[in-house]
């Protein structure tokens, strides 16, 4: 008998061991990998670079405390900055963290600038941020705020894709529209291009700040560092986590200098957030990541990966609704349910996760070669006949 609580609906099988996109049960069977820890371990499983970095800085200093600088964390931050939007980074344990974090970026902004009552966060109806408190009232979503009353206010919500509905929304009291950029949870959806875009000009207009939720879909997975530099805009505030720590728990909130000029001492704080472990984690991730030419596969082999899955969906119209996402973020949608789906999948040892709107979410890690995806295609293809 588990003593762990029942929160988690697992699955009957266990690992003892992972390397690279696969991972081998307490049982002796191996299993291609196309959960990675949920779009975390970035780098697959046991990479050798991250195990040596991690390692290296173990034998030196693990935890100090943000009461002094931490010269790995100054340096994550350079590096994030220089590649990016941003000017300024804080570090965080998590994705939600991050979000939570974003939120109170948005809203001290505006306390700082004296617009006291702008405040209100707008966010997609049954979106996905997190868990916290303050997450699950952002997602918008009935079941996952269901016993977890007194609702907080402070957020307003907008249906995907209504426009009208978004413009209607926002009031005097908005601070800032939050998306994800890729609806992770809700089905692979992307939000399209144009429709980025338009969000952009509608907070220049309003004089809001857009906050883009890459927790899921950054660092990379989009063939991108980040997704939403398809459409190329800018917003002011981004969480992330993920990707970032490749199997650490590590997370962050990337801002500019206009936002960030709220945030002064006192204003946010946490102990683990940002310590020399995460941090040399981290660094670790980006030296592969930024390698030239990293990105660039991710782009050559979720093309390939795209289209060997839409030459499967044509030969099963019925079975298979859509072929989603972007990069290595891939929704295989069906007309039904996926559960029997994934788990014929399992038994032919290809993990995968689903996602909402019945979409199996395939997740490879981003140095996935091509000989592993079409092991995957063999198997997707195999329980497509026999389904
Ligand atoms: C888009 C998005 N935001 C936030 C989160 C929350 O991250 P975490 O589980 O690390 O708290 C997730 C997690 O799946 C996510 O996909």
Same mark, same amino acid.
């Given at each position: 008998m588990s003593a762990l609580a029942k929160n988690y609906n697992r699955r009957k099988i266990a690992f003892k061991k992972g390397k690279g996109s696969f991972l081998y049960s307490t049982n002796g069977k191996k299993y291609l990998d196309f959960v990675q820890g949920i779009a975390v371990n970035s780098l697959g499983h046991s990479n050798p670079y991250?195990?040596?970095s991690m390692?290296?800085?173990?034998?030196?200093?693990w935890h100090v405390s943000n009461a002094?600088?931490?010269?790995?964390?100054?340096m994550l931050a350079k590096r994030l900055t220089k590649k990016t939007f941003a000017d300024s980074v804080i570090f965080q344990n998590s994705g939600a963290e991050a979000i939570?974090?974003? #939120? *109170?970026?948005? $809203?001290r902004y505006f306390y700082s600038i004296?617009? #006291? *009552?702008?405040? $209100?966060?707008?966010?997609?109806k049954n979106s996905f941020h997190g868990r916290t408190i303050a997450a699950i009232n952002a997602s918008g979503s009935k079941k996952m705020q269901e016993g977890f009353g007194p609702k907080i206010d402070g957020f307003d919500h907008f249906k995907f894709g209504d426009h009208k509905s978004l413009k209607k929304a926002i009031n005097s009291k908005t601070a800032a529209i939050m998306v994800e950029t890729v609806m992770g949870e809700g089905g692979i959806k992307v939000i399209p291009d144009w429709c980025l875009r338009e969000l952009r000009k509608i907070c220049n207009k309003k004089k809001i700040l857009l906050i883009l939720d890459e927790?899921?879909?950054?660092?990379?997975?989009?063939?991108?560092?980040?997704?939403?530099?398809?459409?190329?805009?800018?917003?002011?505030?981004v969480p992330i986590a993920k990707g970032i720590g490749g199997g650490f728990p590590l997370g962050a909130v990337l801002m500019t200098k206009k936002v960030a000029s709220g945030m002064i001492p006192g204003t946010h704080g946490t102990t683990n957030?940002?310590?020399?472990l995460a941090m040399s984690v981290g660094n670790a991730v980006l030296d592969q990541i930024f390698k030239k030419g990293f990105i660039k596969n991710v782009q050559k082999t979720s093309k390939y990966f795209h289209n060997e899955l839409n030459k499967i969906k044509i030969n099963y119209p019925k079975l298979i609704k859509e072929v989603r996402g972007m990069g290595l973020l891939i929704g295989l949608q069906l007309f039904n349910d996926p559960t029997k789906f994934i788990k014929k999948l399992q038994d032919n040892?290809?993990?995968?996760i689903r996602s909402g709107e019945n979409t199996i979410r395939i997740l490879p890690p981003l140095n996935v070669k091509k000989s592993e995806i079409d092991i995957a295609i063999k198997i997707i293809k195999k329980v497509c006949e026999e389904f």
């Open positions: 991250l195990i040596n390692y290296k800085q173990a034998k030196k200093i002094f600088i931490i010269p790995e964390g100054e939570e974090a974003s #939120i *109170k970026v948005a $809203r004296g617009q #006291i *009552k702008k405040n $209100r966060i707008l966010c997609i927790v899921q879909c950054g660092i990379g997975r989009t063939g991108k560092f980040f997704a939403f530099e398809h459409a190329k805009v800018k917003p002011d505030i957030g940002g310590n020399p040892k290809l993990l995968t």
